[in-house]
């Protein structure tokens, strides 16, 4: 059985005109080949689906079931073309995400949920970064858009503030701090410090709190490439090391985190090259900041965190 989409719609029109002038018409054909197609239409199923007289044409009982099942395959048709032409362009449109260790925390998840409702067709690649690049690939165009946590050298790159969030001092178990909740900054300035691998003045000078060195250089003994790398060294006796407050939410045995009560917050935010803002990256942009209006409770929870609470938030 051979049978063309074009004849089901024709067959439909038909049907729903009960007329083969009116239904001619509306096909832009000549009566004469939409009769002929019809009849050819019939012949393949083997069934009269019209009935016909000089003056009406009736749909025949089993012409009647036909119209129901064709309609209903004919929307089945059409969708999955529509999911197979979403997939092709999934296949060409691709917005890489670059991040640092835990993204956006307990917004990540709200966000690209939103951006994969809206653009469905865009395939959302990701890509991790380490405290060596907290640039997240923006300056060589290895991403699209970022997570990013500021301060860092930002020439020619964009932000939306997603929220700020307050930093902390991690000591070991055994340090003369570490019974404490909160400390000051002056307190910490002649301790051993672990900075960052990574030759972004911008970004040491903020984690090595040089604003408040009056001009003398950090105590850096060593430096990492990651939190769990920082924490291992933390407990054994490296050094302290100055960290976002979400770190809270990574337990590690021998160390104590304390919130920083004088220390300038960090920033996370949405990051792209200023060069570069194509509508995609907008998108996402828009997005993100439509999800952060819309949670105000969790902006506050990070902006604002519970430190006694160290429990791990159900959406990180």
Not at 11 to 37: C, D, K, M, P
Not at 251 to 256: C, D, H
Request: charged residues 20%; negative net charge; hydrophobic residues 45%.
């Amino acid at each position: 059985m051979e049978v063309h989409t074009r004849q089901l719609h024709y067959f439909i029109a038909v049907a729903e005109e009960l007329s083969f002038t009116r239904a001619a018409q509306r096909l832009h054909l000549s009566q004469q080949g939409l009769s002929t197609q019809i009849k050819q239409l019939e012949h393949a199923l083997d069934v009269v689906l019209f009935s016909r007289t000089t003056r009406t044409v009736e749909l025949t009982a089993a012409g009647a079931v036909f119209l129901q099942d064709v309609r209903g395959a004919l929307t089945s048709l059409s969708a999955a073309v529509e999911r197979a032409r979403s997939v092709q362009r999934g296949e060409h449109a691709r917005l890489v995400l670059g991040s640092l260790e835990g993204a956006a925390l307990t917004l990540t998840e709200p966000i690209l949920a939103a951006f994969r409702e809206r653009r469905p067709d865009v395939t959302v690649q990701l890509r991790q970064y380490s405290y060596g690049e907290p640039t997240v690939g923006l300056p060589n165009s290895e991403v699209d858009v970022a997570f990013a946590r500021r301060p860092f050298a930002d020439h020619g790159i964009q932000f939306e503030t997603l929220f700020t969030e307050p930093i902390m001092v991690v000591v070991p178990a055994g340090h003369r701090l570490a019974g404490l909740t909160e400390v000051s900054v002056r307190e910490l300035l002649n301790e051993p410090l672990l900075g960052a691998a990574n030759s972004d003045r911008v970004w040491n000078a903020f984690w090595e709190l040089d604003a408040h060195r009056d001009g003398k250089a950090a105590p850096v003994v060593s430096r990492s490439t990651s939190l769990l790398e920082e924490l291992h060294k933390v407990a054994t006796g490296v050094g302290i090391v100055l960290t976002a407050a979400c770190a809270r939410w990574v337990p590690f045995p021998g160390v104590r985190l304390l919130h920083v009560v004088d220390a300038e917050p960090n920033e996370m935010a949405v990051a792209w090259r200023t060069d570069q803002e194509t509508a995609l990256v907008r998108s996402f942009v828009a997005v993100a900041r439509q999800v952060r209006d819309a949670h105000p409770e969790l902006v506050a929870q990070l902006r604002e965190p519970d430190f006694t609470d160290r429990t791990l938030p159900p959406h990180l």
